[in-house]
């Protein structure tokens, strides 16, 4: 499978004051600034913070799913957990 290739993980939001957020990687480096308007907006930060572990934990389940052959059985949640990935990943 494909390896992200963007910052390292784990990424954290850091407040940087009362409505933006800095989205910091592993090595402290900051990634974006987040402009937090609304509640939405927090929730919204904090899923993005929390995408590279969500895209390491579904590529290892969908890995394990091939080898318990989880295509066959589920075809439209592996189909779906690929097109997520490939999302993720800059493919589609």
């Known amino acids: 499978m494909k390896r992200f290739e963007g910052s390292p993980a784990p990424w ?16 402290g480096g900051e990634i974006m600034l987040l402009k937090a308007e609304c509640e939405q907006d927090d929730h919204n930060a904090t899923l993005i ?20 052959n989880w295509n066959d059985q589920y075809p439209d949640e592996v189909s779906k957990a690929q097109a997520a990935i490939s999302k993720a990943l800059g493919e589609g």
């Open 12 to 27: 954290r939001i850091n407040g940087v004051d009362y409505h933006d957020y800095g989205l910091i990687d592993a090595e």
């Open 49 to 68: 913070a929390a995408a590279p572990d969500l895209l390491e934990a579904l590529q290892a389940m969908l890995s394990k799913a091939y080898k318990q």
